[in-house]
């Protein structure tokens, strides 16, 4: 019943309990913003360093935005890091001077991750395997054949304008990286909060045999969904090989665990039909500016392992606080 | 339910597929002699340009003296690796070339090898149990440190500030960079570190973690790193911040996109720690070794500093 209330709750229009929920986590990102400003006035209070954690925020961000319907839609998707390794290779494969122009390397990533992301679908919805299982054996997959399309070492070498596509500055001052991430947001919010399209992703989630009953053709849901997340690890992958000037058969691993953490921590239920695009927002922010502001500190990164790792527990135990309350 | 059958038929083409595919690739070619002489090579991962000339040049080597060589890859996994020794010495392996994952988590197979009395030549990183083994290959971790901070601290005139990006800590290179690091910085009173953190070998993890030290206003005039990747990763983000005629940056390894940074003028210089020629001299000793011949119990090879003075002669 909880569920099918999440549902109707959808339907409804204004504020409703949950949002009680991310605005906790509201709190507590400005707690620890506010917190880092007053340890670090100088160094992590400038504007500039605002701008940093935005730019740092984004591919993590782009990935948490496809992790997030994923995850409402009642699954999970533990291929993204891979399918970021194997689209950096292979979009920096391409990006050689002199070879081929800048509109290949980017039509491949999405190319790639999106049939990746097709063939999770496939095996969730028509396989009838556990999202968990299939994700698990794609992301070990397609980092095989990140490692073999790299020969095993970096590609580098790449054009101007391939470096410029994450590494270049709208007015001089905003990183290209912050504006994807916005335009991704933007786009992914409207058609989860404002479409039905949107609405079914929750419905799925939510109650799957509810869902199918009343019409909604389930299956063709998951293959969109999972589309959604390899696409977005594609685009991802593109962006941090741009980024890095490199494309590294080892980079994006745990990146599906940093993506997963941004969800959870926006307080998007793992058990889905739930969730707030917002939250997963914060969610990145949130882990961005941890990063951020212990380095900035110049704590260990080992310290910061812990930090995060806790921070995650206690957003969880909140969802669970939560949830309690409201029934 | 058709369409799960539908499903299962194309993964199965799918895993056929790759099945042929691998069955494809070029593999050892086993010699038709009696009990003919068995290499193998285990190497602590395969997934860097540093591991991966490593291993190229020792089959290169083998292919040179006509030997059977099997290159086995541990996925950087302490325990899987001591799963291949293990087979490997039951099948009867005549020669142990290995690049250990962790220099104490080997010692049982390598005790189970010396029982078995087949001879082990460790290369690039030892063990901590350095009497088990009948040679070790590679070059003093310490030397390297020391050469790249050396050259960094006389570009800098001896004083000024020092940002170090590490490897992953605890690791054999790791442990031996840093202490000829702290050697050279024992000289120069006037200089010192403002900044040491791992990056794990990592070219994104240095690029964030250079970003958030520029942030911080903190002077930094050198940054030196224990290898090129995270060097390449620290020279993003200082030229992001356009703080490239303040800041010199100095890597390890002589990977080729470093050296192109370097003949470029960006890197302020790598260095060459003989990857190629570690490799073969292991391949060598392994069959001195199996052929009767004796062979020296540390086998050393030097490092290079290259600069744009000498890039070209190392770039292929």
Partial sequence: MNRLSALTRLNKKGLDLSSLRELGILIAFVLILAVLMILSPNAFARPSNFINILKQASINGILATGMMYVIISGGIDLSVGSIVALTGVVSASFAHPGEYPLVVPILLSAVIGTLIGLLNGAGVAYGSIPPFIVTLGSMTIVRGLALIAAHGSPVFNVTKAYEALAGGFLFDTIPHLVVYFLVVTVICAFVLTKTVFGRRVYAIGGNEVAARVSGINVNRMKLAVYSLSGFLAGMAGLLLASRTVSGNPTSGQSYELDAIAAVIIGGVSMTGGSGKWYGTVIGALLIAVIGNGLDILNVSSHFQLLIKGSIIVIAVLLDIKGKARQT | ?316
């Fill in chain 2, 1 to 316: 339910m058709k369409k799960d059958r539908v499903f299962a038929l194309v993964m199965a083409i799918v895993l056929i597929a790759a099945v042929l595919m691998a069955g494809c690739s070029p593999q050892p070619a086993a010699s038709p002699e009696p009990k003919p002489a068995k290499y193998g090579l285990f190497m602590s991962h395969m997934t860097n340009a540093f591991t991966i000339e490593l291993s190229d040049a020792v089959k290169a080597k083998a292919a040179e003296l006509g030997v059977a060589l099997t290159v086995y890859d541990g996925g950087n996994d302490a325990a899987k690796q001591l799963g291949q020794v293990e087979t490997a010495i039951n099948e009867g392996i005549s020669a142990i070339i290995i690049e250990p994952v962790s220099v104490d988590g080997i010692i049982p197979a390598i005790e189970q090898a010396k029982k078995a009395n087949i001879p082990v030549v460790t290369v690039n990183q030892n063990i901590s149990k350095p009497e088990l083994v009948t040679s070790f290959v590679g070059v003093s971790h310490v030397e390297g440190g020391s050469l790249e901070m050396t050259t960094a601290m006389e570009a800098l005139g001896g004083k000024g500030n020092i940002a170090i990006l590490d490897g992953p800590m605890g690791s054999d290179a790791q442990i031996g960079r840093d202490e000829g690091y702290s050697q050279v910085m024992a000289k120069y009173p006037d200089a010192k570190v403002v900044f040491q953190q791992t990056a794990n070998w990592k070219t994104d993890e240095a690029l964030k973690l250079v970003e958030n030290w520029l942030q911080t206003g903190t002077e930094i005039n050198a940054i030196v790193a224990e290898n090129d990747g995270m060097a390449l990763g620290a020279l993003k983000a200082v030229e992001d911040a356009k703080l490239l005629d303040k800041i010199k940056i100095y890597g390890l390894d002589a990977t080729p996109d470093a050296l192109a940074a370097v003949k470029d003028g960006r890197l302020a210089a790598t260095v060459s720690q003989s990857t190629t020629e570690q490799g073969t001299k292991a391949m060598e000793a392994a069959y001195k070794i199996v052929n009767g011949e004796k062979v020296d119990a540390q086998i050393m090879v030097g490092h290079t500093l290259i600069t744009s003075a000498n890039v070209d002669q190392f770039i292929k």
